[in-house]
């Protein structure tokens, strides 16, 4: 029952980007149901932001600590926060009721690190005609147990796909009829549902956004690789495209618009708008900081693309690539337009995907930059887009 931090600790801290600028505060704590003898898990949290509360999922968020909540991407959905069913508000929800069939009150919760987000492992009770305005003065800690009735009860017969690598828990999915399929997709976050369809075909990916609320799934679709994202979408019909796109964050939404413009076989239906991007100015450290982010997949870590200003695609003229190798072989201090990399070129939107296979394969590479006629980057083209395109149909429930 160690606790990492207080609930009470958290509130009203500042929330950081990755640069250490505040973007908000910690207005509350989301938990989900406990399930298999396991803590309630905390999905995410919520956060006040000029003129709204808006929800942060746990698995944007790289640090809590007493000098605030850091975030893992310096982009955030501002859409408005909404409780879900099962979903249980800390702040809101606990602290202060009444334990059942007891005189003590909640007076703070106890959170801990588990796996790569947090639980909350401890309740701290206090004499209902003694609770303090300084937490924990008086009373004592108890299991989180103790206020197990105080949380959502339906039973998560699917917490355990929490645990699992996004590929097993595709593969259990996969055998589920539709009904479970939906309590399998409630019983996830935002992000590890994200993570889910991104290892399932298209078909049962449109089915399991079918079973969930629009605005959710359109949540999700934010928080996907935005290839896959664009790939999901172009599967769907018009109408139901059309929606799900309106809505999305609009800054989202856009990169997805611009997407779906090229054919699916080609250089642009299978490029990344986000791949790394820095101005030429920029250093070695700087770059060497946005590969180690754990939320950027490996295939685009590999290395960074340079360009004049802006750095948002389309982006200035393109310069060239840095890989990681040759960043870790210069001193930090270095600028990024001191390691640019022999090869490499550029290629057009219109490219076919099985010309792109062909470059990547010749000169071993893990990505390529998309180009337009004018040399501005539209994003990269990486070895597992190629593959998912170019592997048989249906290989993934070989």
């Known amino acids: 029952m160690d606790v990492d931090l207080y609930a009470s600790r958290l509130a009203r801290l500042p929330v950081l980007d990755p640069d250490g600028l505040a973007v908000g505060r910690v207005a509350d704590i989301v938990v989900g149901p406990p399930s298999a003898g396991r803590p309630p898990p905390v999905l995410g949290f919520v956060v006040v932001v000029p003129g709204r509360r808006i929800f942060v999922g746990a698995g944007r968020v790289e640090s809590l600590a007493a000098e605030g909540l850091r975030l893992t991407t310096g982009t955030v959905n501002l859409r408005g926060f909404a409780a879900r069913p ?15 069939g007891t005189d003590e009150i909640v007076n703070d919760v106890g959170l801990a690190a588990a796996g790569r987000g947090w639980e909350i492992v401890a309740v701290h009770v206090a004499p209902a005609n003694r609770r303090s305005r300084l937490p924990r003065r008086h009373g004592s800690n108890r299991p989180w147990t103790a206020m197990a009735s105080m949380l959502g009860s339906e039973q998560d017969t699917y917490a355990h796909l929490r645990e699992l690598h996004p590929v097993e828990a595709a593969a259990q999915v996969r055998t589920l009829s539709p009904h479970e399929r939906g309590r ?23 089915e399991l956004l079918g079973l ?9 679709l934010e928080v996907m690789q935005p290839d896959d994202a664009v790939d999901l979408l172009g599967f769907l019909r018009g109408e139901r495209r059309t929606t799900l796109l309106a809505a999305m964050d609009p800054a989202e939404a856009e990169p997805l618009r611009r997407l779906l413009s090229y054919e699916g076989d080609t250089a642009g239906g299978l490029m990344t708008p986000e791949p790394i991007i820095l101005a030429p100015s920029a250093t070695v ?50 600028a990024v337009k001191e390691c640019l990399e022999r090869g490499n070129q550029p290629i057009p939107a219109t490219l076919a995907e099985v010309e792109i296979a062909e470059r990547l394969a010749a000169y071993n590479l893990l990505a390529l930059p998309v180009c337009d006629e004018h040399r501005r980057l539209l994003g990269a083209v990486t070895v597992d887009d190629v593959l998912d395109r170019v592997l048989p149909q249906g290989w993934r429930e070989r």
Do not use: H
């Open 86 to 100: 099962l979903e249980t508000l800390v702040i809101r929800d606990l602290l202060g009721r009444r334990l059942p």
């Open 184 to 206: 399998a997709a409630r019983s996830l976050d935002d992000e590890q549902l994200a993570d889910l369809l991104e290892e399932l075909p298209e078909d049962v990916q449109a």
């Open 212 to 220: 969930i609320d629009v605005d959710r799934a359109a949540d999700v």
């Open 285 to 334: 450290a700087e770059a060497i900081a946005r590969v180690r982010d754990p939320e950027v997949p490996a295939a685009i870590a590999a290395q960074v693309f340079v360009v004049e200003p802006p750095t948002e695609t389309p982006t200035g003229p393109f310069l060239g690539v840095c890989s990681i190798q040759r960043l870790l072989r210069e001193r930090p201090g270095t």
